[in-house]
């Protein structure tokens, strides 16, 4: 059964510390995204990559986010220094040529930054 | 700026009658329209979806409208089910080498039994 896996599910952790989400994608797909549900927003695109590259990232704030995509089968976000308003449902999604337009999601990452 | 909207934030409907669920968008670049179904503490899951070049698809209960001059699509869903309460988020996307998804802010829809 296909499906994007995400780690950690649930995350507690102090003002200042880092934080690194991993992802991994469906295998085959070649888009991956990475998105943050918040009340007000819904679910806001923060990053997307195609083929391992970053096609846009202006969703995040950039001082303190940064995503990567080390190979195919991994994608991860940080952030350094974490903050309690980020505090939110980190969603990851992949697509690729087989799903058409269609992305999938993983069961989200819960972060709290107390 | 929100290109994809969604004005209602609920919607509560009784089981058997028809619920519609609406979204806005603002891009015309837009050419795939999606919508996605998410339960509490799991992740949105894929409903259905529309290419800009038709204007109706239908999925067992679930049709999707799109009126490509207006900006506008619905979901619809008939007859509604308890088991159909969640949140309702509508996407887009555009095929520019990546086909890059904008959600809406989501639509909570109660199925009263």
């Known amino acids: 059964d296909a499906r994007v896996t995400q780690t950690p599910r649930h995350k507690v952790t102090e003002m200042g510390q880092e934080v690194t989400m991993r992802c991994q994608p469906i295998l085959g797909h070649n888009t991956v995204f990475w998105y943050r549900q918040t009340m007000m927003q819904g679910l806001e695109l923060l990053a997307y990559f195609r083929n391992r590259a970053p096609l846009d990232d202006s969703g995040m704030p950039k001082d303190r986010f940064s995503a990567e995509m080390p190979d195919a089968t991994l994608a991860t976000l940080k952030i350094q220094p974490s903050e309690p308003r980020d505090s939110a449902v980190y969603f990851c999604?992949?697509?690729?040529?087989?799903?058409?337009?269609?992305?999938?999601f993983g069961e989200g990452s819960w972060l709290t930054v107390v | 700026d929100q290109q994809v909207k969604q004005n209602s934030p609920s919607l509560s409907v009784q089981e058997g009658r028809i619920s519609i669920l609406n979204c806005d968008y603002t891009n015309s670049m837009f050419d795939y329209f999606l919508w996605y179904k998410k339960y509490p503490a799991e992740g949105p899951t894929f409903l259905i979806s529309i290419s800009s070049i038709k204007d109706k698809n239908e999925d067992g209960r679930f049709t999707v409208f799109l009126n490509k001059s207006a900006k506008h699509l619905s979901l619809h869903i008939v007859p509604s089910q308890p088991g159909d309460s969640a949140v309702y988020f509508c996407?887009?996307?555009?095929?520019?080498?990546?086909?890059?998804?904008?959600f809406g802010a989501g639509t909570r829809l109660f199925v009263k039994a």
């Open positions: 999604a992949s697509g690729g040529l087989r799903s058409g337009n269609t992305i999938y």
């Open positions: 996407a887009a996307s555009e095929n520019t080498g990546g086909f890059k998804t904008i």
